[in-house]
């Protein structure tokens, strides 16, 4: 099996009047350097450090010694980098193989309803009983495991998980059984499981979730003061968290998600296939199989990623995830995520989400108006979308030289 | 390699701080304003009233969009909570996640207001909350009214209809309860005068709500009374209505009594026009002054947690009524600035 077999499909079309893509610009020192910067693993981590430095120089209101310096602000922008990461995992590997998963917010919407369902230890009749599962898993003393309180949680983290991988292989199957293209089949699922996560609850979310599981979004395993000790008391706001619950569940899922990337034979296949599929099954990869396996774990990481919204926020939310398709392809594709697929690593989504939650932190913090940031953001995901397109192009002009 | 590091580096700090603009000069007191969006008419006006008031006092706001998803207004909330601000004001996409974001400002001793929509939980906060049963029953009361006078005309069961929020917000809950206060009361008072109600949902979103009206109208044409519950679907309402020929004014064969809540400059012009019957007023003024000024005098106090439910009546504004109370309505305000020729 040949993982670097160069792409038979045609460079993508565009830019090409950038100086960046020029035959022949390979001898010249100033276009080798953006072209090295261009093609680095690293180079959104440049641009991360970069932008929070020259904030912190020519702002010192927002930079280092001002409001981004902050450790409550750090400590505040990993906690909301780590439920983003999760769930862009997912999409890193969808987007490998050449794919695309539309229904990751879905899957987060249901798995959270599901959750809750399972967890809930006390539901108000007049908000619920309109629910089809009112009187048989939903009742005033709460959720399906209401009688063993001790089982809630774990069964109810272990039935998202499930119920998230299940419609990633329903996505898979669909794509690889029936033919039909993953945008098509990734759009209905989304808009299913989002109609039946909003018909379950009547559109309600479902609170009364055990505090067990509420740890998992906003616990602290280790927890820092950094500070004089001025008063006998410190305040609970001046605590922060060193090492939260959900900083070891999105990084123990990213290590999980590397090694099978770059140490497994089932990485290099999904590489092959998002390259060239046709050639990779030549080669004999078993194609449908990863294919479905790579959906699963795409569903199974908006499951996670659901739990440490939930838990965050205290609610089984029918709606959650409605509006974060953007950030989770955003995030990859900054993180030089290929949209061509047979591109793409686990560090640089990690990258890629850092350096959104920090661009929205930085323009938060410079009190722009809420809709020029919104505007700012969708430039930003555009401008990645073109590095990419560039870098593919670049790419391919440099194996055919 | 060093020294275009560097240049690349200078080019990209001076492109960043054009990003960023001039830094303006630090204020006495800041306040976070987190709103989950600006879709309806109230909305605009409520955060237009709130932050040119605050402005105008010299206190700087730092306004927050969460674009309707809660987890993301908890976060930016999050956010204020690190750059220290002096007290937050929300409007929140739910109850729900109100009680969270409440106590998470409170957790680190900052005072937060909840602008309109309550949490849940209302023991924590300054709550600022129309009455919407009150107002709700104010509005129907007079609908029903004339619904009854149509009955005793014609025998004929009146049919009505409403159009009912996202449940999972508390305004939604009151403003069905009060539709059905009023239904209920006419129909054990004057049997036979009214069919069931239909519920149509909304979820607070038009293209919902033009989807499961038009299904609704389709399957029961006889619908001869609606209520929404806010005052921003009339619009929708009026394109499922005209094509069928019930889009009519009050007065004429085949008018359809309509009633809704909120008080916008819809609402105000289409009473004026007659194809409106009433609707439940929210005092939009009075709950953004009660707000500012009970969290302004929470943060000039040093009071952390301040808890305090505050209560806008609302009133109801009907066909009759209109020319003598149009003043205290914000819509009709907005409407007479020219909002709807904007």
């Given amino acids: 099996m040949s993982v670097t077999t160069p792409s038979s499909s045609p460079p993508p079309p565009a830019l090409s009047g950038l100086a960046l893509a020029q035959p022949g610009a390979a001898g010249r020192p100033r276009l080798a350097f953006w072209r090295r910067l261009l093609l680095s693993d690293y180079f959104v981590l440049y641009l991360t450090v970069f932008l929070f430095v020259s904030a912190a120089i020519i702002f010192p209101r927002i930079g280092l010694a001002g409001t981004l310096g902050l450790p409550t602000n750090i400590s505040n922008q990993f906690l909301n980098m780590w439920p983003l990461l999760a769930v862009a995992l997912g999409q890193t590997f969808v987007l490998i193989i050449g794919g695309i998963d539309l229904s990751q917010g879905s899957v987060m919407a249901i798995t959270s309803v599901i959750g809750a369902m399972v967890m809930s230890t006390t539901l108000d009749p007049a908000m619920f009983d309109k629910s089809p599962v009112w009187g048989s898993i939903l009742t005033a003393e709460g959720g399906l495991l209401r009688a063993s309180p001790e089982l809630a949680v774990p069964l109810g983290v272990l039935a998202m998980l499930l119920v998230g991988a299940g419609i990633g292989f329903l996505n898979g199957f669909a794509i690889t059984k029936f033919r039909i293209a993953p945008f098509m089949v990734t759009l209905v699922t989304m808009t299913f499981f989002s109609a039946f996560a909003l018909w379950l609850t009547q559109s309600r979310n479902i609170s009364g979730l055990p505090e067990e599981f509420l740890r998992l979004g906003t616990g602290d395993i280790i927890s820092v003061y950094l500070g004089p000790k001025l008063e006998a008391q410190i305040a609970r706001r001046d605590i922060l968290p060193a090492i939260a619950y959900p900083t070891v569940i999105a990084l123990g899922l990213a290590l999980l998600a590397q090694v099978l990337l770059k140490n497994t034979v089932f990485g290099r296949q999904m590489f092959a296939i998002g390259t060239n599929r046709r050639a990779a099954q030549i080669s004999g990869v078993p194609a449908d199989r990863v294919v479905i396996l790579v959906y699963m774990f795409s569903g199974f990481c908006a499951a996670v990623s659901s739990i440490l919204y939930s838990a965050r926020l205290g609610i089984g939310q029918p709606s959650l995830g409605n509006n974060l398709m953007l950030d989770i392809i955003g995030a990859a594709v900054i993180g030089g995520t290929s949209l061509f697929g047979g591109k793409g690593s686990i560090k640089g989504t990690l990258f890629g989400v850092a350096f959104f939650v920090l661009l929205l932190n930085m323009l938060n913090a410079a009190r722009l108006s809420p809709f020029i940031i919104d505007a700012v953001k969708g430039g930003v995901i555009l401008l990645a979308a073109f590095l990419d397109v560039a870098r593919a192009r670049l790419t391919s002009r440099e194996q055919h030289a | ?342």
């Fill in chain 2, 1 to 342: 390699m060093k020294r275009r590091a560097a240049g690349l580096l200078v080019t990209l700090a001076l492109a960043s701080g054009l990003m960023f603009g001039i830094v303006r000069a630090q204020e006495s007191i800041t306040i976070c304003f987190g709103f989950q969006d600006l879709e309806t008419e109230f909305w605009v006006a409520g955060h237009k009233a709130i932050t040119e008031t605050l402005r105008e006092q010299g206190i700087e706001v730092l306004e927050y969009n969460a674009n309707e998803d809660p987890n993301r207004q908890l976060e930016q909330i999050n956010e204020c909570i690190a750059q220290g601000v002096d007290g937050i004001i929300i409007i929140p996409q739910d109850g729900d996640s109100a009680v969270t974001i409440v106590n998470a400002a409170q957790s680190a001793d900052i005072p937060i207001a909840v602008f309109n929509r309550p949490p849940n939980d209302r023991s924590a906060g300054i709550i600022v909350v129309a009455d919407n049963v009150s107002a709700t029953e104010q509005a129907v009361e007079f609908m029903a009214q004339k619904a009854l006078v149509k009955w005793e005309v014609t025998q004929e069961p009146i049919q009505p209809l409403i159009l009912v929020g996202a449940l999972q917000d508390t305004n939604a809950i009151g403003r069905r309860d009060g539709f059905f206060n009023v239904i209920n009361r006419y129909s054990e008072r004057f049997p036979g005068a009214f069919a069931t109600p239909i519920e149509v949902a909304t979820e607070w979103d038009a293209a919902t709500a033009l989807a499961n009206l038009e299904a609704a109208i389709t399957a029961n044409p006889g619908v001869d009374f609606i209520f929404t519950s806010s005052d921003f679907l009339f619009p929708t309402i009026r394109s499922v209505l005209e094509p069928r020929g019930m889009w009519v004014p009050a007065g004429q064969p085949g008018h359809v009594i309509m009633g809704g809540l909120d008080g916008d400059a819809t609402a105000c012009s289409l009473i004026e026009q007659g194809f409106v019957d009433a609707t439940g007023v929210q005092d939009l003024f009075l709950e953004a002054e009660l707000t500012m000024n009970r969290l302004l005098q929470a943060i000039e106090a040093g009071e952390t947690q301040p808890n305090e439910v505050l209560l806008d009546p609302g009133f109801a504004l009907t066909a009759a009524s209109i020319q003598f109370e149009r003043s205290r309505m914000w819509g009709c305000v907005l409407f007479d600035e020219g909002f709807l020729d904007q």
